[in-house]
């Protein structure tokens, strides 16, 4: 089993985590998915994949290191990112019932293995 694939295994098992992707910063297309159906991870991986690299661009600008994790929460639920090395970024999309610190701990621990 490939690194990115064990990410998305572990990152999917987190309770109330509806699916989780690897998707490059620079353009936003998906490089691997573990998704419930329903879920739109193409949208996502354009969304975060900009976002992240927009916020490297700003943080730097700013003479500060670039963020480590990303929480975008809305109504229905949450888009969790944590960049990883080669430009790549690990994303999940969870329900509002996931248990976020979890999810936090397994994609930190998964995004500094991708690349």
Known sequence: ??????????????????GALIASSTDGL???EQLMDGVDGRAAAALTGSLVARLA?????????????LHLRGE????LAAPGTDGLVL???AGPEANVGLARLEMLNAAGRLG
Not at 1 to 18: C, E, H, I, W
Not at 57 to 69: D, H, I, Q
């Open 30 to 32: 998906v490089v691997a």
């Open 1 to 18: 089993m490939s690194a990115a694939q064990v990410a998305l295994d572990r990152v999917t098992r987190v309770p109330g985590v509806r």
């Open 57 to 69: 661009r700003t943080t730097a600008g700013a003479g500060l290191r670039a963020p480590v994790f």
């Open 76 to 79: 229905g639920g949450s888009i």
């Open 91 to 93: 994303v999940a999309v």
